[in-house]
């Protein structure tokens, strides 16, 4: 087996009881996406791969905010493939680079892999899919749908983005449609743009319907 296919099946293994927004499905989601932005870009195919499929082994949100666990993971799992310390540094890289984080967290590491898999990830933050996750998370912090009373909270520090238990809705502004301006690849910038009317759209709807005008 290659050590993608290797890869595919430790990373199924390792998420067998994930937060559904969060579990393979997501993975092989940005996956998909991370190969078919990198189609029209200059880029080391192997690492677009790793970086996509270890990209969430260990999710910080999930382990009590520890930003290691993964990296290492991804790291320690590498190494048993016989991997190259060059290919594991740029996946660790682009492991430890990726988040979003109130969109205030300056990136140390830069990379054409890493601008790949970090649209790809952001593509299944938006979207029919990127609200149905929202709202999966929401549910699974147990947190209001809307409280109309709750203000968004804008240009969050990373510590204050990773603490924020705001109402499910107030996360699109927070974060889902500011996602769209943040696009790295030309590919990445035309597929979010009409994820991001769809968005649009719900919330006209949603609105509509909660103050009962439809």
């Not at 996750?133 to 909270?153: Q, V």
Request: with cysteine.
């Amino acid at each position: 087996m290659s050590i993608i296919e290797n890869t595919i099946h430790f990373v199924k293994k390792q998420l067998e009881n994930a937060e559904g927004g969060h579990d393979w499905f997501h993975i092989e989601r940005v996956y998909k996406n991370a190969l078919l932005i990198a189609e029209g870009e200059n880029c080391d195919i192997t690492v677009v791969a790793l970086g996509a499929l270890l990209h969430d082994i260990a999710d910080s949100k999930f382990h009590d905010g520890d930003e290691t666990i993964g990296p290492k993971t991804a790291r320690d799992f590498l190494q048993t493939q016989n991997a190259d310390e060059k290919t594991i540094a740029h996946v660790v890289g682009i492991i430890e680079n990726i988040s979003f984080k109130g969109g205030n967290f300056e990136r140390k590491f830069n990379s054409k892999e890493l601008e790949i898999v970090q649209d790809a990830d952001r593509l299944d933050a938006i979207g029919a899919i990127g609200i149905a996750r929202t709202f999966n998370y929401g549910g699974f912090k147990n947190r209001p749908l809307y409280d109309p009373r709750i203000e968004p909270k804008l240009n969050m520090d990373k510590e204050e983005y990773k603490n924020n238990n705001s109402p499910t809705l107030n996360h699109f502004y927070e974060k889902l449609l500011l996602l769209k301006d943040k696009m790295n690849t030309v590919s990445g910038k035309k597929i979010a743009l009409e994820r991001h009317q769809y968005m649009e759209n719900f919330l006209t709807q949603f609105y509509a319907e909660w103050n009962g005008e439809k």
